[in-house]
């Protein structure tokens, strides 16, 4: 299985609240969706998907775009797609995590953009006091 060419589509971004109305808490929920497919020639098929970083009552960013999926069984993941709107949880895993790759660092420029969070969680770096040891958690060990 291959995924080529991802293209983005169309950007939507919209803040609901005011700069100086900031909530406590935001809660970002993603989503990804497949919402067409079609086979481009034998072994290959065009996946159109969008995704969705929700802030609730605070904003939204949506993008939609484009793949190429290339494989063996890609006309045959493509009409079980289009009778039955599914496919095996492998290959939709894949291709969720490619749109994810794709639209979370462009969302991250918008959020910032228009003031929102960054749809990723940020590294925290706490300084001083004893940190626990974790084994197999410090990184690989060099000689």
């Known amino acids: 299985m291959k995924i080529k060419n991802i293209q983005l589509k169309s950007i939507e971004a919209r803040r609901y609240s005011k700069l100086n109305e900031r909530p406590q808490k935001i809660r970002i929920d993603h989503n990804s969706n497949i919402t067409n497919m079609q086979d481009e020639k034998k072994g290959e098929t065009l996946i159109d998907f969008q995704y969705t970083a929700s802030y609730g009552p605070v904003g939204v960013i949506k993008i939609e775009g484009s793949l190429v999926y290339i494989g063996e069984d ?52 706490k300084l001083g006091g004893p940190q626990p040891t974790k084994m197999g958690q410090d990184g690989p060990e060099v000689a």
């Open 74 to 125: 890609a006309n045959k993941i493509s009409k079980e797609w289009r009778n039955t709107r599914k496919m095996p949880d492998q290959i939709a895993s894949q291709f969720h995590t490619a749109v994810m790759h794709a639209c979370v660092p462009e969302a991250v420029g918008i959020a910032k953009d228009l003031a929102l969070p960054p749809p990723i969680p940020l590294p925290q770096v």
